[in-house]
Every structure is written in structure tokens, then in C-alpha cells.
């Protein structure tokens, strides 16, 4: 019977990722620590592998249509990959179940969802289907320089805030990597920012998600039955997509992120 409230669990968030884009960290790693009791370093590992094999099937199907803007990606995986590292070695030398890094973890995590809770209302408030027809017009007519940053320095400094966000949370590669990157590449078309968020999250979920597992900190059979319930619900909501009110749907998710941001900074 719990290992049906897992699979059901992956497949509930699977959905909502699938209706919004906004990552299952933000949804998967609060859930399993407030609704099934699971320990913050635990569920945090666990769903740091979940969103790299999650996302790893979109990045491929982006790739075909020729959608990753690979330049993107490589200037925020050379800040987010060494800062991920470094946060690796941070939980190694604390010990990742020990009170102080769970204190942090847990802190930590509560800041990157009222983060992510304020970008999902940014974004469900500001980006109406017409402006964002508008500004594809716009960004279209200066395509050549689409994958030039404001600065050089930004993605690769805020790719390591988000590193380091990321290896002590499972969070912010979702929400919070779309919006810095509408305001790091303001000419970029929007699919193309999507397909940057969800590639790049690949290699930084994986390497964080790996160097969790190497310190105990991953949950084997649990990713196994989330991942059971969370790829049928992607597809799903993929689908369903087009017939839902997102506008509703992320203002209704902002609340929720922000509530349990709340409880876990109060904690």
C-alpha cells in the first residue's frame, strides 16, 4: 500500500510538471518529507537522480527539433557543475545526516521555494499567451545574437548560485532557471529557453544526484516506484496541456510552494 502512495506520488507531480514546467523538485522533495517522513538528505538525494532521468527523455526529444541552444547550456554548466562539487564537498566534510547539515538543507531548501513559488506567480501574471507571441516577434528579429548574454559573467555566475541551490535542495532548476534565463538572454524565444532550462538540468541533477548517492544519501527502491508513477503522468499532462487554465494552475502551485517554503524556513 505505500509503495502504491509512491508510485501515485511520482505520478501527481509528473502531471503538474507536464501541465506547468515547473521542476519536481520543488513539488517532490517537500512532499516526501512532509507527507511520507522521509529524511531531508534522503529526499533530497532520491529526487535529485528522479529529475535527471526525468528530464533526460525531454532533453532528447528537444535535441531533435533542434530546440537546446547547446552555447546556453555549456555557459550555465560552467557555473553550476564546479559549484554543484563544491557543494558535494561541503555535505561530505559536514556528513550529510548530521544535525547541522540537515539544519542547512532544510533552511535552505524553505528559501529555494518561496524563490520558486514567487517566480511560478511572476511568471503565471506577467506571460500571457499574446506577450509571448510578442516578444518571439521581437526575439526573432535579432535571432543572430538570440544565445548572447547581457554580460558573459551572468550565466555562469548565477548557473553556480543555482549549482550550489540545486546539490543542497533538489530545487531551482526549474522555475528559477527559466527566469534567469529570461533575464540573462532577453532575446532568446522562449521554446529555446525551455529547452535550455530542461538540458541543462540534466548534467547538473546527475553529477549532484551521483555525488548523493556516493554519500549514502539516495533511496534505490523509492526512485524506482516514483519514477513508475512520474513518467505516465509527464506524458499525461503534455498532453492535457492545452485544455487547462495555466494561469490558475500556477497561481494555485505559487501558493502551495510558498506555504511549504514557509514551513520549512520556520522549522
Known amino acids: 500500500m505505500h509503495d502504491f502512495a509512491f508510485i501515485l506520488a511520482g505520478f501527481g507531480v509528473g502531471l503538474i510538471v507536464g501541465l506547468t514546467g515547473v521542476g519536481g523538485g ?10 511520507f517522513g522521509i529524511k531531508p538528505h534522503l ?27 547547446w552555447r546556453v547550456v555549456g555557459l550555465l554548466c560552467a557555473g553550476s557543475i564546479p559549484a554543484a562539487l563544491l557543494g558535494l564537498w561541503a555535505l561530505r566534510h559536514l556528513g550529510p545526516d548530521s544535525a547541522q547539515a540537515q539544519r542547512v538543507m532544510t533552511t535552505t531548501l524553505g528559501a529555494a521555494l518561496l524563490l520558486t513559488a514567487a517566480a511560478t506567480l511572476y511568471k503565471a501574471l ?8 510578442a516578444a518571439a516577434a521581437t526575439r526573432s ?34 522555475a528559477i532557471g527559466v527566469s534567469v534565463l529570461l533575464l540573462v538572454f532577453p532575446h532568446l524565444p522562449l521554446p529555446r529557453i525551455i529547452a535550455a532550462d530542461i538540458a541543462y538540468a540534466v548534467p547538473l541533477t546527475l553529477v549532484a544526484g551521483l555525488g548523493h548517492a556516493s554519500l549514502g544519501s539516495v533511496d534505490w527502491p523509492l526512485l524506482g516506484l516514483l519514477l513508475t508513477g512520474s513518467l505516465p503522468g509527464i506524458w499525461l499532462g503534455s498532453r492535457l496541456v492545452s485544455h487547462t487554465p495555466e494561469r490558475l494552475i500556477r497561481s494555485i502551485l505559487s501558493a502551495l510552494l510558498a506555504w511549504a517554503g514557509a514551513k520549512l524556513v520556520l522549522l
Open 43 to 69: 529526499a533530497i538525494g532520491t529526487d535529485l537522480l528522479f529529475a535527471a532521468f526525468t528530464k533526460m527523455g525531454g532533453t532528447v526529444s528537444l535535441a531533435r527539433q533542434r530546440l537546446v541552444p
Open 26 to 35: 520543488s513539488l517532490m522533495t517537500p512532499a516526501l518529507i512532509f507527507f
Open 141 to 174: 528579429s535579432r535571432a543572430a545574437d538570440a544565445t548572447q548574454p547581457r554580460h558573459w559573467s551572468l550565466p555562469v555566475l548565477l548557473g553556480a548560485v543555482i549549482g550550489l541551490l540545486v546539490t543542497f535542495t533538489s530545487v531551482g532548476a526549474g
Open 126 to 133: 506577467v506571460f500571457s499567451p499574446e506577450r509571448a507571441a
